[in-house]
């Protein structure tokens, strides 16, 4: 029948289509790339860390991320880019696992958490919903994650 015809060249097209696209929602899009734009990035590499990483820091910062600061439910409560919001995201959030993220500086994730990364779900984060401070714990946490 001619309908079922142009349903299963339909389906076909779709699926081919889904094949041929660049990239799929939940995955990470070239991680280890810069995420500050290029004439941020010297001031923002300047930023340093007011916190020492002690087990207390980084627990607080643990805290803040899996509660008020929200950053788990796009990257997962153990931060692996799993959390059930970033899996419909295009591209997907960071795995903070990934060890080659220990070259990139606080100062750049500090940008990102402040300014967010244009044309993504990473929205900006402080001051409106953590501070700056806090923001500075739970980047302690994130780093005790890139092994
Ligand atoms: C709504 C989902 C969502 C939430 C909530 C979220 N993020 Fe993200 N985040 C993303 C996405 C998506 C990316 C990857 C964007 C890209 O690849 O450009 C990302 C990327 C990042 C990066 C990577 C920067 C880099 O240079 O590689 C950092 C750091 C980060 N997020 C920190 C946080 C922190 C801290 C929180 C909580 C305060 C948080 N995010 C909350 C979606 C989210």
Same mark, same amino acid.
């Given at each position: 029948?001619?309908?079922?015809?142009?349903?299963?060249?339909?389906?076909?097209?779709?699926?081919? &289509? #889904?094949?041929? %696209?660049?990239?799929? @929602? +939940?995955?990470?899009?070239?991680?280890?790339?810069?995420?500050?734009?290029?004439? !941020?990035?010297?001031?923002?590499?300047?930023?340093?860390?007011?916190?020492?990483?002690?087990?207390?820091?980084?627990?607080?910062?643990k805290a803040l991320y899996n509660g008020k600061a929200t950053c788990f439910t796009c990257?997962?409560?153990?931060?692996?880019?799993? &959390? #059930?919001?970033? %899996?419909?995201?295009? @591209? +997907?959030?960071?795995?903070?696992?990934?060890?080659?993220?220990?070259?990139?500086? !606080?100062?750049?994730?500090?940008?990102?958490?402040?300014?967010?990364?244009?044309?993504?779900?990473?929205?900006?984060?402080?001051?409106?919903?953590?501070?700056?401070?806090?923001?500075?714990?739970?980047?302690?946490?994130?780093?005790?994650?890139?092994?």
């Amino acid at each position: 029948m001619k309908f079922s015809k142009l349903i299963l060249a339909l389906a076909l097209v779709s699926f081919v &289509g #889904v094949g041929v %696209a660049q990239s799929e @929602p +939940g995955k990470e899009k070239d991680p280890l790339g810069p995420r500050v734009p290029a004439d !941020d990035m010297e001031e923002a590499k300047e930023w340093t860390n007011p916190f020492k990483p002690t087990p207390e820091n980084i627990a607080r910062g643990k805290a803040l991320y899996n509660g008020k600061a929200t950053c788990f439910t796009c990257h997962g409560n153990e931060g692996k880019g799993d &959390g #059930v919001a970033g %899996a419909a995201l295009d @591209p +997907g959030p960071r795995d903070f696992t990934n060890k080659g993220l220990s070259a990139k500086t !606080d100062g750049e994730f500090m940008y990102v958490i402040q300014n967010g990364i244009e044309g993504t779900g990473m929205i900006s984060y402080s001051p409106g919903i953590v501070t700056e401070e806090e923001a500075a714990l739970i980047l302690l946490f994130e780093r005790s994650l890139h092994k």
